[in-house]
């Protein structure tokens, strides 16, 4: 015959040890846990796993493995843009903490520029908050895809980290996002930015000007390998693709929308290109978000 809990063989209730009152079970509970490996600790206090940490570090070494990709390809980009920033008289540090700071490729650029021509700090913070205008865009869709219970502190972390390629990776995860990926995606891809950078300056001009230019083009080889698998895998995504890469066009060659900065082209561009989708195929209830 099997014993209910906290009964004795004749069904009668168990006394307390002396010592111990009506709260013994939570004390002796409490024992069971520090006798306990950490690890089991965690899986009692959190039996689904969703917010124990064993499973955010696991979530943060997907992000960090889908990362190295992203940071090599920084590294070969702010390579050019170290040797640029050494070229007007930036020193190492000072270019390594722009681009620390920054986590943007046009801005900084463009930012090279201004310096170059002692343009006053306004005008720079102008340019930046239009070139840049497009990943307060990005920062607005990840925070709708943010799992629930991720808090601002979270969301302001992410958007500081948010580029056009850990948005694409972001945005393309399956299911609700969990911060702790993106922060992954950052841990491998801000270092390969910052260090590119520095080695760019310190290298000055040692790399003949082709390899540099060279260089450059790795950013668009690991945009194509972002972009490629989801649309051969989902012809809705394969159209918007066509889609913004048919209106790119139209706004690099066409004489009033060419005036337009490269800013707002993405953002009208983005805008025009999911509003089109959601209209033409709106995601259904209960249907996967993870686009």
Avoid at 33 to 42: E, H, V
Avoid at 65 to 73: A, C, F, Q, T
Avoid at 166 to 191: C, K
């Amino acid at each position: 015959m099997q014993r209910l809990p906290g009964k004795d063989a004749g069904g009668r209730q168990k006394k307390s040890p002396p010592g111990l009152g009506a709260g013994s079970g939570n004390v002796i509970y409490y024992v069971k846990l520090r006798q306990a490996r950490p690890a089991d600790i965690m899986a009692e206090l959190s039996p689904d796993g969703k917010d124990s940490f064993m499973s955010k570090r696991k979530i943060w070494i997907s992000g960090i493995k889908d990362g190295i990709p992203i940071g090599l390809g920084y590294l070969a980009v702010s390579f050019a843009f170290g040797i640029q920033a050494e070229a007007i008289g930036l020193l190492p540090w000072q270019a390594a903490l722009m681009s620390l700071t920054n986590v943007t490729s046009a801005g900084q650029f463009a930012a090279l520029a201004q310096i170059a021509v002692g343009a006053p700090y306004w005008e720079i913070a102008l340019t930046q908050l239009v070139l840049n205008l497009r990943y307060c865009l990005m920062s607005c869709v990840l925070s709708q895809k943010l799992e629930r219970g991720a808090g601002i502190g979270h969301r302001f972390g992410i958007a500081f980290g948010v580029t056009d390629e850990i948005f694409a990776l972001s945005s393309l995860r399956s299911g609700p996002l969990s911060p702790f990926y993106s922060y992954g995606l950052m841990t491998a891809a801000i270092p390969g930015w910052v260090l590119g950078t520095f080695l760019g300056v310190v290298s000055g001009d040692l790399l003949p000007a082709d390899i540099v230019s060279a260089l450059g083009l790795a950013i668009y080889g690991m945009f194509i390998a972002i972009i490629i698998p989801p649309a051969r895998q989902d012809k809705v995504v394969l159209k918007v693709v066509l889609a913004a890469m048919l209106l790119a066009t139209l706004f690099r060659y066409l004489p009033l929308l060419s005036e337009i900065s490269s800013g707002f082209q993405i953002i009208i561009i983005a805008v025009a290109v999911a509003a089109a989708a959601a209209w033409l195929r709106p995601i259904k209830d209960g249907e996967d978000h993870a686009g």
